[in-house]
């Protein structure tokens, strides 16, 4: 490929991006797109009405301006911690290669030019390969590439230290200047031994009391959820209702199906699950209400502990001689939990955790058929072997240009749009017990595989197989990627091109939000807004796909530094678009507390490694002795800095700290709220939303199970779906809240 291929690349990249800013910051104005374009301030009622004027079609850079002066703090509170680290991402990326830009620019890419003796053709007809450490002879020196090396290397490692400090620190803020937590208080007990005698939920209380008295306070059973127990449970409450006459049942306080529709239901009255109510409609009272919360019990709870301490304590621990029963983790924060997953036996995890990993492993082999094709459009003469009819058409210049460098990298796109919804897929069947877990799992997934297969299966796909055959030994493998990644250096080029500048242009377009809209509006015809600001930011697709340009530029930046600008130039508009998207288009269900920074940092350490492994070995095929001994220290300083970060930082987001915890407990004793913070502990983590759910709460002798109406709400309190949808356990002697699922 010539220079003049990548700037047609390029330059198609700059038109679509720039068609698709302007367009954007058109629609973004008109009064139709709010719920596309401002969906989080919509969800929290901050949008505002735009009048009919002229401005509202002139394209106009004022959310660019927004972007930029936008604080950390403010983006910390629209967005949360996670937004805040992968904002910081982006910054480091700015800043690491701003750095690598100059150095590469001013310092190798004339060495690299001038490598050899021979006549250089005009600019725009170079060979891209002219530009890149290939056209370096034996036996140079190559002190100004291991200098450059040394410089980016340094920059990177002062830089993640830097952030690493910053973040987990902002993430101990984040701990200690929150309100009171419910998960700190809370862990999740999975692997609870079946009895035949009682219930998991007496099963658990007996536990807990006995071999945690001191500081046990209550505890909720997970119950089986999800849609198909949804239908099984309606469909008994419908054979329940038939079998006991429709007209004779009273009405209760939910609108569940069955009797809102069929039975005429009100929601404006409430229900006591006594028994005297369950005889008249035939039942037999407690006994079957035991019955059918033991059917649907499972074997896993979250227990609460007086205090932060308590509950980090016995989770860490382990509980019984057999690992596999008595399973403590902390618990999700309650609008993290994932419930489905929660019901899963935790025997059966080791088993989906190999399915899925065997799974991903045939997933990889598949996606090799795009991978491979997509190279093959870079190998003209294979083309016209293959498709002789092609021949003709091939030999024009403009049709050379668009195959070799905009089509292989574009039909790669296409295909790994598919990659991140399917691993998201296996990070659910994995069994994580949080939305952010299931999310950081798929986020891992999608970074593993894209490097995989964008890096390694591109370069060994397009030179080592084509070339120089598979490799004998891993000890030969430095050398093979010093052989094979400077020729697909242009490559990974117009990758950045592609899917980096026009990925960017579609995410701040929304087109599929878009076309939904316009599709709603104007073929159904409807008026009101229908669409609801349910977004929450994809970190699963856009992490990964920072990490694999940062990948690609650290790898890539002495041996083809033409890759630099165009990278700089994309995490420059990103950092733009991606505010722009948090402050107005995303909104915050839950938080991961920046989890994604430590995948983050060992990305750009193992970057940093690879990149050092390559120029090792291209300095020992060039026979540069002095740039091979000056690079083989650095590799290990890296080594011992990832270490060093490792045992430095890395627990603080593996584990809370004793002292912060023990301190924030202290703190709430001599406030006074922490019996205040004991009566939210039940309430905060709400599994059902069904009256026919609901019925599965256990109710002791000397209880009643009152579920909320509004008649039951104070007036001029506000109703919220909790008050209308969850029982509260009271006592019949003191009237007061009884904690707990006992």
């Known amino acids: 490929m010539d220079l003049a291929a990548l700037l047609t690349s390029a330059g198609m990249n700059i038109t679509v991006c720039v068609v698709l800013f302007s367009l954007y910051s058109v629609l973004r104005k008109q009064p139709s797109n709010v719920n596309v374009y401002f969906g989080r301030k919509l969800a929290s009622r901050r949008s505002k009405s735009h009048d009919v004027c002229l401005e509202r079609f002139v394209p106009s850079p004022t959310w660019v301006m927004k972007a930029w002066e936008t604080t950390q703090e403010e983006l910390l509170t629209i967005g949360g911690l996670d937004a805040v680290v992968f904002s910081r991402m982006v910054v480091f990326s700015i800043r690491v290669f701003s750095v690598a830009a100059v150095i590469c620019i001013v310092l190798v890419l004339p060495v690299n030019y001038y490598g050899q003796d021979r006549i250089h053709k005009n600019i725009p007809f170079e060979s891209l390969e002219v530009f890149t450490i290939e056209n370096v002879k034996e036996g140079s020196r190559l002190w100004a590439h291991c200098l450059a090396l040394y410089i980016i290397t340094l920059t990177a490692c002062s830089l993640l230290y830097r952030e690493y400090k910053s973040i987990s620190n902002l993430r101990l803020t984040h701990i200690t200047a929150s309100p009171p937590n419910p998960s700190h208080f809370a862990i999740l007990v999975r692997g609870i031994p079946w009895s035949p005698e009682q219930s998991y939920c007496d099963t658990v209380k007996k536990f807990f009391s006995f071999y945690h008295s001191s500081t046990y306070l209550s505890h909720q059973i997970v119950y ?11 469909a008994e409450y419908m054979c329940k209702m038939l079998s006991s006459g429709c007209g004779s049942v009273q009405p209760t306080c939910k609108p569940s199906f069955a009797q809102c529709y069929f039975c005429g239901g009100s929601t404006n009255s409430f229900k006591i699950i006594s028994n005297d109510i369950d005889s008249m409609h035939g039942r037999s009272g407690y006994s079957d209400l035991h019955i059918n919360a033991r059917k649907k019990e499972c074997a896993a709870a979250f227990v609460f502990f007086k205090s932060r301490y308590a509950a980090l304590t016995v989770a860490q621990n382990l509980q019984t ?59 003209l003469e294979k083309l016209e072997k293959m498709f002789p009819f092609l021949a003709g058409t091939l030999q024009k210049k403009f049709v050379i240009q668009l195959v070799t460098g905009y089509l292989p990298s574009v039909i790669l796109v296409l295909f790994l749009y598919a990659v991140p919804p399917m691993m998201m897929l296996f990070a659910t069947v994995e069994g994580s017990i949080s939305r952010s877990g299931r999310k950081l799992s798929a986020c891992t997934k999608v970074l593993y595989f894209t490097i995989w297969n964008v890096f390694f299966v591109n370069v060994f796909a397009g030179s080592v197989i084509s070339q120089l055959a598979v490799f004998s030994s891993i000890t030969e493998l430095p050398a093979q990627l010093a052989k094979a990644v400077p020729v697909q250096a242009t490559f990974f080029t117009t990758y950045v091109l592609s899917s980096g500048w026009a990925s960017l ?42 990490l694999l340009f940062g990948f690609l530029g650290f790898t890539c930046s002495i041996l083809a530094p033409l890759i630099l600008p165009f990278l700089l130039f994309y995490f420059v508009l990103a950092y733009l678009v991606y505010r722009n998207q948090i402050l107005n288009v995303y909104i915050r269900k839950y938080d991961s507390g920046g989890q994604f920074w430590p995948i983050a940092h060992n990305t750009a350490v193992v970057s940093l490694i690879f990149a050092q492994v390559i120029a090792l070995g291209v300095f020992g095929l060039k026979r540069s002795t002095v740039a091979s001994g000056f690079t083989i220290p650095l590799l290990i300083c890296t080594v011992l800095f990832h270490q060093y970060c490792r045992q430095r930082f890395l627990p603080v987001f593996k584990n809370n700290a004793t002292q912060v915890l023990i301190d924030m407990d202290r703190k709430d004793e001599r406030c006074g709220r922490i019996e205040q913070i004991f009566e939210q502990l039940h309430s905060a983590y709400c599994q059902f939303t069904s009256s026919s759910q609901s019925e599965c709460f256990s109710s002791h002798q000397g209880e009643r199970e009152i579920v909320r109406t509004p008649e039951d709400v104070e007036p001029g309190k506000e109703i919220s779906q909790q008050d209308l949808s969850w029982p509260v356990h009271r006592n019949l002697t003191s009237d007061k809240p009884v904690l707990g699922g006992t």
């Open 321 to 379: 001689a057999n690992p596999m029963l008595w399973v403590t983790d902390l618990a999700p924060e309650p609008q993290d939990v994932y419930w489905s997953n929660l019901c899963i036996p935790y025997r059966q995890l080791w088993i989906r955790k190999i399915s899925i990993f065997a799974a991903s492993i045939t997933f990889v082999l598949v996606f090799l058929i795009p991978v491979t094709f997509a190279q093959g459009l870079t190998q």
């Open 505 to 546: 242009a579609f995410e701040i377009m929304q087109l599929f939000p878009l076309f939904c809209n316009l599709f709603q509006r104007f073929i159904l015809g409807y008026k009101e807004d229908t669409m609801n600001g349910n977004l929450t930011f994809p970190y699963h697709t856009e992490v990964p796909r920072i």
């Open 224 to 234: 089986k959820s999800g849609a198909v127990q949804k239908l099984k449970d309606d």
